[in-house]
């Protein structure tokens, strides 16, 4: 018998599991892999910035002022003459750090709310999911205005604000999930050996709908990333000293007309980062759909 034919009845007996599955999917969806390369090269990026930033954060040139590109600046200066390449590697740590951390809060308590919902059902389940209908009802911009306003501008506490007004949308997938798990004979199993309903709920539902979770991440970070840059363009967000795209993105604003590239290089950066993300969601959206496989 073909040596071929041999080796792949041997890897049809093995057997593959979702996530070799998924990762091999995703490898060909060549947008989801350009976007996964573009994210990791900016995390790369945003954690080395201390040693590989061509100035130093706080050197100003105002005799030099607002300048062009340059062999000495590659972006340009701002009007502080600062070194605008520098600006924006500083401020996309701001950026990535409120984008990951605040994704965390949301699906800390998104996950949880959902989980507990879903397999509780009833009427827990019920009382649970109208607070989430009613909250869904909620203006969270003005609330997250009120925020700023009662707390101070806070950068923790911006974490923690747009966090909280992000989990909504995955508590009712979770929900979903655990819905259509907790009839499962594995579920069944865990209950008749006597371990409690948080004990199935961290160890059995929520690891088997880690697919949905995955994939809400990969589309909650740009989200909240935009909405972290749309606060700092109105003033709310990030304060001086610290910097971020979305404050770079309202000074390149105010003064557009006469020096461009102080709005062009900033928009552009969180833009690519912003498809980026948003064609990785996708990638594994399609990866993680084992019945869209099977078409």
Same mark, same amino acid.
């Given at each position: @018998?073909?040596?071929?034919v041999?080796t792949?009845?041997?890897q049809?007996e093995?057997g593959?599991?979702?996530w070799?599955?998924?990762?091999? *999917?995703?490898?060909?969806?060549?947008?989801?892999?350009?976007?996964?390369?573009?994210l990791?090269?900016?995390?790369?990026?945003a954690l080395?910035?201390?040693?590989?930033a061509?100035y130093?954060?706080?050197?100003?040139?105002l005799d030099l002022?607002a300048?062009?590109?340059?062999?000495?600046?590659?972006?340009?200066?701002?009007v502080f003459g %600062?070194?605008?390449?520098?600006q924006?590697?500083?401020?996309?740590?701001?950026?990535?750090?409120?984008?990951?951390?605040a994704?965390s809060?949301?699906?800390?308590?998104?996950v949880t709310?959902g989980a507990?919902a879903?397999y509780v059902?009833?009427?827990t389940d019920?009382i649970?999911? %109208?607070?989430?209908?009613i909250?869904?009802?909620?203006?969270?911009? #003005? =609330?997250?205005?009120?925020?700023?306003?009662v707390?101070g501008?806070n950068m923790v506490?911006?974490?923690l604000?747009?966090?909280?007004?992000?989990?909504?949308t @995955?508590?009712?997938i979770?929900? /979903?999930?655990?819905?259509?798990l907790?009839?499962?004979?594995?579920?069944e199993a865990?209950?008749s050996?006597g !371990?409690?309903?948080?004990?199935i #709920? *961290?160890?059995? !539902?929520v690891?088997?709908a880690?697919?949905?979770?995955?994939?809400?991440?990969t589309?909650?970070i740009?989200s909240?990333?935009l909405?972290?840059a749309?606060?700092?363009?109105?003033g709310?967000g990030?304060?001086?000293?610290?910097?971020?795209?979305?404050?770079?993105i309202?000074?390149?604003a105010?003064?557009m007309?006469?020096?461009?590239?102080?709005?062009?290089?900033?928009g552009l950066?969180?833009t690519?980062?912003l498809?980026?993300?948003n =064609?990785?969601g996708? /990638?594994l959206?399609?990866?993680l759909?084992? %019945?869209?496989s099977?078409?």
């Open positions: @018998m073909n040596t071929d041999i792949d009845i041997a049809a093995e593959t599991s979702l070799q599955d998924a990762w091999v *999917r995703l490898r060909k969806n060549h947008l989801a892999v350009f976007g996964l390369v573009v990791v090269t900016m995390i790369v990026i080395l910035t201390p040693w590989i061509p130093a954060y706080d050197a100003q040139n002022g300048s062009p590109p340059s062999a000495a600046h590659w972006l340009g200066t701002d %600062r070194d605008l390449l520098t924006i590697m500083y401020g996309g740590r701001i950026s990535l750090a409120v984008g990951f951390i994704t809060v949301a699906l800390l308590i998104g709310w507990i879903g059902g009833g009427r019920a649970m999911m %109208r607070l989430v209908d909250l869904y009802a909620l203006p969270f911009m #003005i =609330f997250i205005v009120l925020l700023m306003v707390f501008r506490l911006l974490f604000a747009i966090g909280a007004v992000e989990w909504l @995955m508590a009712r979770m929900r /979903g999930q655990v819905q259509s907790r009839q499962q004979e594995f579920v865990a209950v050996l !371990l409690s309903p948080a004990t #709920i *961290r160890r059995h !539902l690891p088997n880690l697919g949905p979770i995955i994939v809400y991440t589309l909650t740009p909240v990333m909405l972290e749309f606060l700092s363009f109105l709310l990030i304060q001086p000293p610290q910097t971020s795209w979305g404050l770079l309202s000074y390149g105010e003064t007309e006469e020096y461009p590239w102080l709005l062009i290089y900033p950066t969180l690519i980062t498809f980026s993300l =064609f990785l996708d /990638g959206r399609d990866a759909d084992v %019945r869209g099977k078409d």
